[in-house]
């Protein structure tokens, strides 16, 4: 069979090739976590792990096609709120004896699925790494 420049085949292949669909799903996260320091100098490293609770704070579909917008809406059965788990390590430098700058790269692991719905598992993994700033009230 041979299909020409206007038939419904060829339409379809174009747009199924040039067709993108974005999702964007936030949450907000209250991380409750714990470490241990393994060394006490200016420069520490210690081991650290946590829980956290998620909070859906966003959830946008996009259909892009050609460049253009073709559509908006939002990813169905979404949970309102997800758990995960953490461990990594912490690297600190002290400025001074208050203030401290920490890197930490950890791995992340959902406990729960993103989705509520039954067929559709979905826990992912995440290599994070967090930077900042921490001040010492005592």
């Not at 964007?24 to 991380?31: A, G, H």
């Not at 200016?42 to 996009?62: E, R, W």
């Amino acid at each position: 069979m041979v299909a020409d420049s206007n038939s419904q085949l060829d339409d379809d292949q174009i747009f199924a090739e040039q067709t993108i669909l974005k999702q964007n799903i936030e949450f907000i996260e209250i991380p409750l976590k714990a470490t241990y320091k393994l060394s006490n100098r200016q420069v520490n490293i210690g081991i650290t792990g946590g829980i956290s609770a998620g909070l859906l704070a966003g959830n946008k579909a996009t259909l892009l096609g050609n460049g253009s917008r073709i559509g908006t809406g939002e990813t169905s059965k979404l949970r309102n709120m997800v758990y995960s788990g953490s461990v990594g390590f912490e690297l600190s430098y002290e400025i001074t004896n208050r203030l401290t700058f920490t890197v930490e790269p950890r791995l992340k692991r959902y406990l729960n699925s993103l989705s509520t719905h039954k067929s559709v598992t979905f826990k992912p993994d995440l290599l994070e790494i967090s930077t900042g700033l921490t001040y010492s009230f005592n």
